[in-house]
C-alpha cells in the first residue's frame, strides 16, 4: 500500500461505523480514515470502542509513576533523530552511571511512590547480556518491590551480539536477573523506508518483531510504541500499525501501543518536519480503532503537552501514560513539558474521567474517586533530575538518600 494507492471506493462513513461498532479495519480503510475522515467523528468512534471495551471501568483514565534511568549514553547506533547519544570516542560527552547510583535512584523511586523502573541507555560497545545481569539482579535484590519494564528489540539484539549468544539466550538471562517486561523500545518507525532514513545501524523493522515475537513467545510481555513526525507517510504510518497488528494477532504480547512526537532540537534531523497535534490526536483515534486487539492505547503528555494528552483521553486513549520522576532522552531533544502527580489527576478528572495510579500490568493501585482524598505529596514531579537540564538537576534539594 503506498500514499498513492486508490483508496475513493471506499465509504468514509461506512468504515467509520463499522469500526465504530467493533468490526475490524483493512490497512486500506484506516490509512482513509487517517487521512479523510472528519476529526471529531474520528475521535467519537474510538471513543466508543474505548468504552465498550471497558465497560463498568470506562470512567476511569489510568496513569503511572515511574522513573526512567539512564545508565550510560555511550551508543554506537547513532539514530538521526536522537539528541542524548555520545559516540564512543567522544569522552568529554560520555557519560556512565556507576550501580550504587543507580540504586539510589531506584530508593529514591520507592520513597516516592514510583512502581516501575525504565532502564534506559544507548547500545554500549562494551555492555552485553552479563552487564544487565548484573545490574537487575542488584536492583531486584535491593528493591523487589520495584517492575523492570526496559529496553526492547534493538537493546537485545546488540547485547546477544557482544555476548555471543542467540537472541532467545539474552531474553532468557535476562528475564531470569529480574526484568518483567520490555518497554519496546526502538520499534520508532518499522516500515523499510522511513527507518534507514532515521536509524540506518538499527535492525530492520521485521527483525524488530520477530525479536519481540521471540521475547513474547518466552513470556515476556512488551508495549509497543512509535516515533511520529521524522518524515515518514501516511501509509507508512498505517504500515507501522499493520506489522504491530500482525504480530499481535499470533502472540497477544504487546500490552499498550504508544504513539509519541519527534521532538527537533539538538539533532541530525533539526526539525525539517514535525507531526501536528492534529496529526497526533489522528494516530491515537486511528491506533483505537484498528488495532483491537490492543488493549490499552496511552496518550503521551511529555511531548506533545498537557493539554494534548488530555485530549487523547476523547480520542480513544484509556491511559495518561507516567508522572516521569526522570527522563532524559526526550528533553535532550527539546521536551520542555513537565507535570506532577497532582497536575495529572487534574487533568484526568476535568476530561470528565476519574483518575487511577496503576501498575506496570494495569492494575488499578487507587482510584481518586473523591477530590478530598487525593494525594498530597507534592514532591511527585516529574523530571525531578536530569542531564538534560543546566546543572543537571531541576530540584537540586531533593536529596532523599545521601549519595555513596
Known amino acids: 500500500m503506498t500514499e498513492k494507492a486508490d483508496l475513493t471506493s471506499i465509504d468514509v462513513t461506512a468504515v467509520l461505523d463499522r469500526a465504530a461498532a467493533g468490526g475490524r479495519i483493512t490497512p486500506e480503510e484506516a490509512l482513509v480514515l487517517y487521512r479523510d475522515a472528519p476529526l471529531h467523528a474520528l475521535g467519537a468512534a474510538a471513543d466508543a470502542v474505548r468504552r465498550r471495551k471497558y465497560a463498568g471501568i470506562e470512567h476511569i483514565a489510568t496513569y503511572i509513576i515511574e522513573r526512567n534511568i539512564n545508565y550510560t549514553n555511550v551508543c554506537v547506533t547513532a539514530c538521526k533523530f536522537c539528541a542524548f547519544y555520545a559516540a564512543p570516542k567522544d569522552t568529554a560527552k560520555g557519560w556512565t552511571r556507576d550501580l550504587d547510583d543507580i540504586l539510589r535512584r531506584c530508593a529514591e523511586t520507592v520513597e516516592l511512590g514510583g512502581t516501575q523502573i525504565m532502564f534506559q541507555g ?39 551480539r557482544i555476548s555471543g549468544v542467540s537472541v532467545e539466550e539474552a531474553i532468557t538471562r535476562i528475564h531470569a536477573a529480574g526484568l ?5 523500545a526502538g520499534a520508532e518507525l518499522l516500515p523499510a523506508r522511513p527507518r534507514k532514513a532515521i536509524a540506518p545501524l538499527k535492525e530492520s523493522g521485521e527483525r524488530w518483531l520477530e525479536i519481540m515475537e521471540t521475547a513474547h513467545r518466552l513470556g ?15 501509509a507508512e504510518r498505517i504500515e507501522h500499525l ?6 499481535q494477532d499470533r502472540t497477544g504480547g504487546f500490552r499498550a501501543f504508544i504513539p509519541y512526537t519527534y521532538q527537533p532540537e539538538n539533532n541530525h534531523l533539526k526539525g525539517r518536519t514535525q507531526a501536528t497535534i492534529f496529526e497526533y490526536l489522528r ?17 503521551s503528555w511529555l511531548t506533545t503537552g498537557k493539554e494534548v494528552g488530555q485530549l487523547s483521553l476523547h480520542y480513544g486513549a484509556d491511559d495518561l501514560g507516567s508522572i ?8 535532550s531533544a527539546g521536551a520542555k513539558h513537565r507535570s506532577n502527580r497532582l497536575e495529572i489527576i487534574d487533568l484526568i478528572r476535568k476530561a470528565g474521567r476519574v483518575p487511577a495510579q496503576r501498575t506496570t500490568t494495569y492494575e488499578h493501585i487507587v482510584v481518586h474517586d473523591d477530590p478530598a482524598n487525593d494525594p498530597v505529596d507534592e514532591r511527585v514531579m516529574s523530571h525531578i533530575s536530569s542531564t538534560a537540564i543546566a ?14
Open 242 to 247: 499493520r506489522m504491530i497488528r500482525d504480530v
Open 391 to 404: 546543572g543537571g538537576t531541576a530540584h537540586p534539594e531533593l536529596k532523599l538518600l545521601a549519595s555513596n
Open 180 to 184: 518483567d517486561s520490555f518497554a519496546g
Open 283 to 299: 494516530m491515537i483515534a486511528i491506533a483505537r480503532l484498528f488495532m483491537d486487539n490492543i488493549q490499552h492505547i496511552q496518550g
Open 122 to 160: 544507548g547500545h554500549h560497545p562494551d555492555y552485553g547480556v552479563e552487564y544487565y545481569e548484573k545490574h537487575f539482579k542488584a536492583i531486584k535484590d535491593a528493591f523487589p518491590q520495584l517492575v523492570i519494564h526496559s529496553l526492547g528489540a534493538s537493546e537485545v539484539e546488540h547485547m546477544a
Open 324 to 331: 516521569m520522576l526522570e527522563e532524559n532522552v526526550v528533553s
Open 220 to 234: 515476556v510481555e512488551s508495549t509497543s510504541t512509535m516515533l511520529m513526525g521524522t518524515g515518514e507517510t501516511n
